[in-house]
C-alpha cells in the first residue's frame, strides 16, 4: 500500500487546514489509518486514529475538539481537519496505515503500522 500525502502549507494561529492521505490500493475502509506529526527536535506523536471498519475516532489529548480525521470510501482517501490550529501545532505530517484492527491501546505506537505516506509540512505562524 502505497499513501500520499498532500494539503499542507502556511495558515495563521486559528485558522484551519486540511491534509489528505490517498492509499494506492485496496480498500481504505479495511486499512486502520493514523495521523502522526513530528516537530523539529522531537518525536513523532500519533495525532488521530480511525480503525477498520468503524465510525468512531481516537484523538490525542493536545488536538482533542480540535482535529477529526475522517475517510471518505469513494475516494479511498483519509483527512485530517485541523482546526483552531496553533503554533505548536507545526510539523510535518504523516499519515501511517496498517491492514486489519490495532487494538486501541496499541494506536498510538508507531511500530504498529506498515505504512508510511512522505509527510506534508503545516506551518503555523502567531
Known amino acids: 500500500v502505497q499513501l500520499q500525502a498532500s494539503g499542507g502549507g502556511l495558515v495563521q494561529a486559528g485558522g484551519s487546514l486540511r491534509v489528505s492521505c490517498a492509499a494506492s490500493?485496496?480498500?481504505?475502509?479495511?486499512?486502520?489509518m493514523a495521523w502522526f506529526r513530528q516537530a523539529p527536535g522531537k518525536e513523532r506523536e500519533g495525532v488521530s486514529f480511525?480503525?477498520?471498519?468503524?465510525?468512531?475516532?481516537v484523538n490525542a489529548d493536545s488536538v482533542k475538539g480540535r482535529f477529526t480525521i475522517s475517510r471518505d470510501n469513494a475516494k479511498n482517501t483519509v483527512y485530517l481537519q485541523m482546526n483552531s490550529l496553533q503554533p505548536e501545532d507545526t510539523a510535518v505530517y504523516f499519515c501511517?496505515?496498517?491492514?486489519?484492527?490495532?487494538?486501541?491501546?496499541?494506536?498510538?505506537?508507531?511500530?504498529?503500522?506498515?505504512?508510511w505516506g512522505q509527510g506534508t509540512q503545516v506551518t503555523v505562524s502567531s
Open positions: 501511517a496505515a496498517r491492514k486489519g484492527r490495532v487494538i486501541i491501546s496499541a494506536l498510538r505506537a508507531i511500530e504498529s503500522y506498515h505504512y
Open positions: 480511525l480503525r477498520n471498519y468503524e465510525s468512531n475516532t
Open positions: 490500493e485496496g480498500t481504505i475502509s479495511s486499512l486502520t
